[in-house]
């Protein structure tokens, strides 16, 4: 029987996105080499980039190409060019296009410390060692989607609105998770103001049932803000809405040190995306200095969720772990314990160098 052969979906977007992608791509060359599975690319556009040469942020092309695909690896988009276009327009509005058209209502975001970097956080050794949680974020539905919508001369209004079908799935999901992992769900809401958040919570008790062994909680975002902050190892499973999760994963990043470290699943439908949690990061884009890990990770991410290739998936949280600990570093984790600073180019050869061995 011949190799098994992977269609890949490659969406680099604007500011670093192609650098980390490049990284990304030749980390996944590599591992596919070692492990004997064979991976084919075809590129989208998306975002910014999808605006200058096609006058829109998503194009059809990019819709449809997508879903022929096993699964797809996306960098980033947005940048200051782009900033001043009308609302539909804009390189996000393409991105929640693309989420909402391919159905990946679910979206992992972990967030874990590697030990390597223990200092780089800005928070306490003692508060952040041994971190490792999982914010699960609804991500097709809640007020980025919520129709009506409208800024007005005198009024602007967005909506926040949750079926009991979207809550359901994306709870499902969550306890899923958690049966896997330390069978604790904290479910963040906003239950003591609005009426969404009291039904979300309600629907995630009703789910709760089906999985007896797995202990839920509830609490309130703004307590959740300040909770993984001040004791982040009290969570395993964080189970939020869309806009909650945006704000939460954001946070629960600079207790691993750098934003640049951590990637994230989008899966629900039939074809997963899989991104870093950053952004496009205009300012450093074009010098070589972004953080590639979080795109790898993404990789990592990518080869165990969608294609099953656990093994390869190891390999490269393995070769992650070992260039941190060799204290190879991007400027971005740079002040603490590196030996040397490295581009973005050669943390991708090195790590694609280990992933071989
Ligand atoms: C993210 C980003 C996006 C979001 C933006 C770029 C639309 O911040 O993936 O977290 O808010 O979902
Ligand atoms: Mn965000």
Redesign the pocket.
Known sequence: MGNKIYKIGIIKGDGIGPEIIEEAVKVLDAVSTKMNFEVNYEEFLLGGIAIDETGVPLPDETIKGVQKCDAVLFGA??GPKWDNLERHLRP?TG??GLRKAMGTYA?LRPAMVYDELINASTLKPSVIQGVDLMVVRE?TGGI?FGEPRENLEDKAYNTMIYTREEVVRIAKVAFDIAMKRDKRVCSVDKANVLEVSQFWRDIVEDVAKDYPEVELTHMYVDNAAMQLIREPKQFDVILTG?IFG?IL??AASMLSGSIGLLP?ASTGNKVGLF?P?H?SAPDIAGQGIANPLATISSVSMMLKYALGEDEASQRIDDAIHKVLSEGYRTGDISAYDAKEVCATSEIGSLIADYVSR
Do not use: K, P, T
Request: charged share 25%.
């Open positions: 988009i947005g996000e991105l929640l979206n991500l980025y869309n945006d994963s954001d994230s991104e949690i952004g």
